[in-house]
T-cell receptor, first 112, second 113 residues
């Protein structure tokens, strides 16, 4: 099944802004782009979701270009507690139905 | 609302044994999925369902069966456990399959000896 493509890992320091980009060439017209955060031994947790342009909530922003073939998760002023794995998820059309497959994720390490 | 519940939380099996991992949601979600996550790896889709009576195979369906007789329940059956199935299993549900927010259960840790 098709996958999204993200950097495997990123390093940052506390207080910096972190941008993680995901490529998703086969997104369908009406599907959402969703980002999740996962800590060790826990299930993924919803961060932010968008359809087009820009979405912002209390923890992150999501930028989506007009062609929707990529998206960028922006975490402002990261802290040590943001150390986690981040996944973008885009539905994939599989035998006529949408399969929600995760990519490999981006492991973010935030240092003091 | 309880959200997505999974039982058991932890299970040890011997090779060749069978078992069923239970998953239930009380949000009236049509879409449900099962994922497995091996240590240090990402989540891989095992099976999914777009509604009661409809199931499909995901990326790694071999060795697993599912059924969806009701909207609420989506059990995952291991037919004949193998050490390669040692993993953490997550169940998730969402309103639909267009990428709407998925709600995940707490996971089931399975060890196959």
């Amino acid at each position: 099944l098709a996958k999204t493509t993200q950097p495997i890992s990123m390093d940052s320091y506390e207080g910096q802004e972190v941008n993680i980009t995901c490529s998703h060439n086969n997104i369908a017209t009406n599907d959402y782009i969703t980002w999740y955060q996962q800590f060790p031994s826990q299930g993924p947790r919803f961060i932010i979701q968008g359809y087009k342009t820009k979405v912002t909530n209390e923890v992150a922003s999501l930028f989506i270009p007009a062609d929707r073939k990529s998206s960028t998760l922006s975490l402002p002023r990261v802290s040590l507690s943001d150390t986690a794995v981040y996944y973008c998820l885009v539905p994939f059309m599989d035998t006529g139905r949408r399969a929600l497959t995760f990519g490999s994720g981006t492991r973010l390490q935030v240092q003091p | 609302n309880a959200g997505v519940t999974q039982t058991p939380k932890f299970q040890v099996l011997k090779t060749g044994q069978s078992m069923t991992l239970q998953c239930a949601q009380d949000m009236n979600h049509e879409y449900m999925s099962w994922y497995r996550q091996d240590p240090g790896m990402g989540l891989r889709l095992i099976h999914y369902s777009v509604g009661a009576g409809i199931t499909d195979q995901g990326e790694v369906p071999n060795g697993y069966n599912v059924s969806r007789s009701t909207t609420e329940d989506f059990p995952l059956r291991l037919l004949s456990a193998a050490p390669s199935q040692t993993s953490v299993y997550f169940c998730a549900s969402s309103y639909g399959g267009r990428g709407e927010t998925q709600y995940f259960g707490p996971g089931t840790r399975l060890l196959v000896l």
